[in-house]
């Protein structure tokens, strides 16, 4: 999918090291992130997480969207002096501008009326330029399949999933939250909810993981094995190339259902809020982590936790509904699906026949359209033909 960033700005040149390409794409994605932090501090009331916002050490996020708008400019005059096409350079220049002249790291925050309703572009635009970061030059550097690129097949749809998830912060955490609660206002039990909060969090952290991850498999399991679930979470195995922003390729009624089963257990068991916190972020990273183009082997890690390699066979076209886990790889040992062939690597990733359309929008409407047509009859591909013994989620 270079070619596709390459129309949106006219430039087919040489993308290889010493041309300008890497500091072009660089720049303008770090002006773009710069001036999107400024409009942040413009309108904080509207575009950032009213949980996060009391939290944030804003003279170090003032730091990081000078650091961004700097950066980026000069990646753009680099790029203008490396590269015959000058498109990338200027981009990044005048994006940088526009971040300067609307204001900069030094805009004062005026928190204004609080919003009923927000966009968490704080949030996507901290985890966009963190994760990419860190796993980017991971994966270029120590890639198993360094051929894939940065722009590979299927960035923008993942992408797009990526940026809708975080913006959507507001209604996701509402709607996850939803059935947890309810129940918990309930099914309280008082002194059970006491001793758990009051056990150290060394101890919480991985009950809490362990608890969660024997919920998600049952759940993750049923969306392959129901077929009214799976056209919802055959849009996250449509992703044929794997890397830091493929695990970001999730349908939302997927990611509200398994979200709000997973936290029935952890909110009724009363779990202390800082525990929760950190298995929060575990499993953020977790989920970013096991979708890596990454060419190491954990080796005895590899039975202990849920590692890369074991989440690849989980997306493979062959052998299919292996390795649901999330955390903690013996739980599928446990109950019959663990696949882990010496040191082999999937050949295949995705679904045969790719039966899911690429794009943020056909990808939300595929599922509807795909039980509309199952129950018309229609021959539109509804379901996967992974090409084992056929399931639930494989009958027309």
């Given at each position: 999918?270079?070619?596709?960033?390459?129309?949106?700005?006219?430039?087919?040149?040489?993308?290889?090291?010493?041309?300008?390409?890497?500091?072009?794409?660089?720049?303008?994605?770090?002006?773009?992130?710069?001036?999107?932090?400024?409009?942040?501090?413009?309108?904080?009331?509207?575009?950032?997480?009213?949980?996060?916002?009391?939290?944030?050490?804003?003279?170090?996020?003032?730091?990081?969207?000078?650091?961004?708008?700097?950066?980026?400019?000069?990646?753009?005059?680099?790029?203008?002096?490396l590269r015959s096409r000058k498109v990338l350079g200027l981009t990044a220049i005048a994006l940088a501008g526009l971040?300067?002249?609307?204001?900069?790291?030094?805009?004062?925050?005026?928190?204004?009326?609080?919003?009923?309703?927000?966009?968490?572009?704080?949030?996507?635009?901290?985890?966009?330029?963190?994760?990419?970061?860190?796993?980017?030059?991971?994966?270029?550097?120590?890639?198993?399949?360094?051929?894939?690129?940065?722009?590979?097949?299927?960035?923008?749809?993942?992408?797009?999933?990526?940026?809708?998830?975080?913006?959507?912060?507001?209604?996701?955490?509402?709607l996850s939250l939803l059935p947890a609660g309810w129940l918990a206002a309930r099914l309280v039990a008082p002194d059970?909810?006491?001793?758990?909060?009051?056990?150290?969090?060394?101890?919480?952290?991985?009950?809490?993981?362990?608890?969660?991850?024997?919920?998600?498999?049952?759940?993750?399991?049923?969306?392959?094995?129901?077929?009214?679930?799976?056209?919802?979470?055959?849009?996250?195995?449509?992703?044929?190339?794997?890397?830091?922003?493929?695990?970001?390729?999730?349908?939302?009624?997927?990611?509200?259902?398994?979200?709000?089963?997973?936290?029935?257990?952890?909110?009724?068991?009363?779990?202390?809020?800082?525990?929760?916190?950190?298995?929060?972020?575990?499993?953020?990273?977790?989920?970013?982590?096991?979708?890596?183009?990454?060419?190491?082997?954990?080796?005895?890690?590899?039975?202990?936790?849920?590692?890369?390699?074991?989440?690849?066979?989980h997306h493979a076209v062959a052998p299919v509904d292996r390795n649901f886990a999330v955390h903690f790889p013996w739980?599928?040992?446990?109950?019959?699906?663990?696949?882990?062939?010496?040191?082999?690597?999937?050949?295949?990733?995705?679904?045969?026949?790719?039966?899911?359309?690429?794009?943020?929008?056909?990808?939300?409407?595929?599922?509807?359209?795909?039980?509309?047509?199952?129950?018309?009859?229609?021959?539109?591909?509804?379901?996967?033909?992974?090409?084992?013994?056929?399931?639930?989620?494989?009958?027309?």
């Amino acid at each position: 999918m270079e070619g596709w960033l390459s129309r949106r700005f006219g430039d087919t040149s040489p993308r290889h090291f010493g041309t300008g390409w890497i500091s072009g794409t660089l720049g303008v994605f770090l002006a773009a992130c710069g001036l999107g932090g400024v409009l942040v501090l413009h309108f904080p009331e509207w575009l950032t997480s009213a949980e996060l916002r009391a939290n944030y050490p804003v003279p170090l996020m003032r730091a990081l969207i000078g650091a961004a708008i700097g950066l980026g400019f000069l990646c753009g005059c680099l790029s203008l002096l490396l590269r015959s096409r000058k498109v990338l350079g200027l981009t990044a220049i005048a994006l940088a501008g526009l971040a300067a002249l609307s204001g900069g790291s030094a805009v004062p925050i005026d928190n204004g009326v609080a919003q009923p309703f927000y966009v968490g572009l704080d949030w996507f635009l901290l985890n966009l330029l963190l994760l990419a970061l860190v796993f980017v030059p991971l994966e270029q550097t120590f890639g198993r399949l360094p051929e894939q690129g940065v722009f590979r097949f299927g960035w923008v749809t993942d992408g797009g999933h990526f940026l809708v998830s975080h913006l959507a912060l507001q209604v996701l955490t509402f709607l996850s939250l939803l059935p947890a609660g309810w129940l918990a206002a309930r099914l309280v039990a008082p002194d059970l909810q006491a001793w758990v909060a009051s056990q150290p969090i060394w101890l919480q952290v991985p009950a809490i993981m362990l608890i969660a991850d024997l919920t998600q498999y049952w759940v993750h399991r049923a969306f392959h094995r129901v077929s009214w679930l799976w056209p919802f979470h055959a849009v996250h195995h449509s992703s044929r190339v794997l890397d830091w922003l493929a695990g970001s390729r999730l349908h939302l009624v997927d990611v509200v259902v398994t979200r709000a089963l997973v936290l029935v257990p952890v909110f009724l068991l009363g779990f202390a809020e800082p525990a929760l916190y950190a298995w929060l972020v575990i499993i953020a990273f977790h989920a970013v982590f096991n979708h890596v183009n990454l060419r190491f082997r954990f080796r005895w890690i590899e039975g202990v936790l849920v590692t890369p390699r074991f989440h690849h066979w989980h997306h493979a076209v062959a052998p299919v509904d292996r390795n649901f886990a999330v955390h903690f790889p013996w739980i599928d040992r446990l109950f019959g699906t663990h696949y882990m062939p010496g040191d082999a690597w999937p050949a295949a990733l995705g679904i045969e026949g790719h039966p899911v359309p690429e794009g943020y929008l056909a990808q939300t409407g595929y599922p509807f359209r795909a039980l509309r047509d199952r129950q018309t009859g229609s021959s539109v591909a509804a379901v996967s033909t992974h090409g084992h013994e056929p399931g639930p989620h494989e009958r027309p």
